[in-house]
């Protein structure tokens, strides 16, 4: 299982990023994805979810603003996100559980991609 994230950078607040996590070895299809994100010194927080049966989650924080999808064609999955805040800023993780619900905290994770939203 290998998951590569792209697609982060530098934003101004009120911007948008959409986020790639392009998989490798695994279908995405049977997999939960969920989107991490990580400010250091802090615990790593799920702010999106898709299940493997498509049922979807969202943080308090990112709900109305992120949205997750998958491309089973593709093996891929991605995270828009709008309005983008300051608080925002973080290296998010993309991260994937075989036959798993949402939320889901364990399974295979990629290495990473900073946002930094400036104020």
């Known amino acids: 299982v290998q998951l590569v994230e792209s697609g982060g950078g530098l934003v101004q607040a009120g911007g948008s990023l959409r986020l790639s996590c392009a998989a490798a070895?695994?279908?995405?299809?049977?997999?939960?994805i969920g989107w991490f994100r990580q400010v250091s010194g802090k615990e790593r927080e799920l702010v999106a979810c898709i299940s493997w049966r498509n049922d979807f989650y969202y943080s308090d924080s990112a709900r109305g603003r992120f949205t997750i999808s998958r491309d089973n064609a593709k093996n891929t999955a991605s995270l828009q996100m709008n309005a983008l805040k300051h608080e925002d800023t973080a290296i998010y993780y993309c991260?994937?559980?075989?036959?798993?619900?949402?939320?889901?905290?364990?399974?295979?994770w990629g290495q990473g991609t900073q946002v930094t939203v400036s104020s």
């Open positions: 991260a994937a559980a075989e036959f798993k619900t949402c939320p889901f905290s364990s399974g295979s």
């Open positions: 070895g695994f279908a995405v299809g049977r997999y939960a």
